[in-house]
């Protein structure tokens, strides 16, 4: 069994500037939510994905966006980059069934300079 | 809304000495509740679930919860800690409806003394 990946692993960009992050959902899992995590914070909930399709976002503004494949793999984008945008950004895969935990990448470290 | 309190930042506890970490919830709805540990520069990893059934759950790792529906309590146990337990601990909550959003905690650091 798979787990989730997610890359890079560190990232450092400049205010203004666009980013993308990757992940791999772990293998048979149909759903993907990514949330950010501030130093010293829970992680937030951005998104989430099923089908190919965003079925809940939480408060965060438009620059951020994402993308689900047909092979369940994901992109989440943030456009004009914010100092406050540096934090880990967690992707975490699961089955659409309730209760079904979240099973967490490593997540991406960005910094914005 | 939905939303998670983990009243404590820290928990020290010594080795072999048994331990709770706290968490209190809000919901509309029945709660689906889940504790989380996560080690420095990782992911966060699954530990337990309550979704219905009996008010003491296991997971990983010997830890259990205890899910009271009264105090909206969810309080996470380990009858002996393991200086291997020091990390840190996220509550999260969703109701049973609609999408997967899942609110988190802000998390306790749990340190345990040898």
């Known amino acids: 069994e798979t787990g989730v990946t997610q890359s890079p692993t560190h990232l450092i960009k400049t205010r203004g500037q666009q980013v993308t992050l990757r992940c791999s959902s772990q293998s048979g899992h149909n759903t993907v939510s990514w949330y950010q995590q501030a130093l010293g914070q829970g992680p937030q909930f951005i998104f989430q994905?099923?089908?190919?399709?965003?079925?809940g976002r939480g408060n965060f503004p438009p620059r951020f966006s994402g993308l689900q494949f047909p092979n369940y793999s994901s992109e989440l984008n943030v456009n004009a980059l914010e100092l406050d945008d540096s934090a880990l950004y967690l992707c975490?895969?699961?089955?659409?069934?309730?209760?079904?935990?979240?099973?967490f990448g490593n997540g991406t470290r960005l910094t914005v300079t | 809304a939905q939303s998670v309190a983990q009243p404590e930042d820290q928990v020290n506890v010594a080795e072999g000495n048994p331990l709770t970490v706290k968490c209190t919830y809000s919901?509309?709805?029945?709660?689906?509740l889940f504790w989380y540990v996560q080690y420095p520069n990782r992911g966060l990893q699954f530990l337990l679930k309550y979704i219905t059934g009996d008010n003491l759950v296991k997971g990983s790792y010997g830890f259990e919860a205890e899910f009271n529906k009264s105090q909206t309590s969810f309080h996470l146990k380990k009858p002996s800690a393991l200086v291997s337990d020091s990390a840190l601990y996220f509550c999260?909550?969703?109701?049973?409806?609609?999408?997967?959003?899942?609110?988190f905690g802000t998390g306790t650091k749990l340190q345990v003394i040898p």
């Open positions: 994905y099923y089908r190919e399709e965003e079925n």
């Open positions: 919901v509309s709805g029945n709660p689906y």
């Open positions: 999260a909550v969703r109701d049973n409806g609609g999408y997967q959003k899942v609110t």
């Open positions: 975490a895969s699961s089955f659409d069934r309730g209760g079904s935990p979240l099973h």
